[in-house]
Antibody
């Protein structure tokens, strides 16, 4: 069974970088696409970006200058880095597998608070 | 950017009721609309993809309809385990945009 698990710091200071890891079991990240989505307080959700089976990436234009998604195929992990965070980046962050443009498997999510 | 307007944002219904949730796109998204369910403390779950295709393992009381800009998720007979937040997601534009979510509770 495909399983995804997010990990990373739950608290980040403003202006610093947010770094999260998505560990995947049961499926190779060298197949399909793998995405990051976040859910803000109040339930608004935002697609952040994805990394493909080949390592190419695509980002939400609203984040393009601050976001980077990378991967380590030897560990079957992919990563999110979001730079210059503000309190508006406080959210629950999810990683998910993309199958034919649908997010068919999701992690449980990790809550990240941006606060000094 | 394509905007998705979901309604209602909150819904209270009784067991056995027929429930409908709507999403309206700001422009034509053809059939590229999915529905997800998220229960409290759980990961989101794909229910319906491409407007009306039921994802594997999803009960047949869930169905989707629509095209173009207007889409509907229907639960034919509400069950207690359907208490959750539901949201739509479009993927026509080369990126993804979510609706605002509908919180469904039991009356």
């Amino acid at each position: 069974e495909v399983q995804l698990q997010e990990s990373g710091p739950g608290l980040v200071k403003p202006s610093q970088s947010l770094s999260l890891t998505c560990s995947v079991t049961g499926y190779s990240i060298t197949s399909n696409y793998w995405g990051w989505i976040r859910k803000f307080p109040g339930n608004k959700m935002e697609w952040m970006g994805y990394i493909s089976y080949s390592g190419s990436t695509s980002y939400n234009p609203s984040l393009k200058s601050r976001i980077s998604i990378t991967r380590d195929t030897s560990k079957n992990q992919f990563f999110l880095q979001l730079n210059s965070v503000t309190t508006e980046d406080t959210a629950t962050y999810y990683c998910a597998r993309v199958l034919h443009f649908h997010f068919d498997y999701w992690g449980q999510g990790v809550m990240v608070t941006v606060s000094s | 950017d394509i905007q998705m307007t979901q309604s209602p944002s909150f819904l209270s219904a009784s067991v056995g009721d027929r429930v409908t949730i709507n999403c309206k796109a700001s422009q034509n998204i053809n059939k590229y609309l999915d529905w997800y369910q998220q229960k409290l403390g759980e990961a989101p779950k794909l229910l319906i993809y491409n407007t009306n295709s039921l994802h594997t393992g999803i009960p047949s009381r869930f169905s989707g309809s629509g095209s173009g800009t207007d889409f509907t998720l229907t639960i034919s007979s509400l069950q207690p385990e359907d208490v959750a937040t539901y949201f739509c997601l479009q993927h026509n534009s080369g990126s993804w945009t979510f609706g605002g979510g509908t919180k469904l509770e039991l009356k």
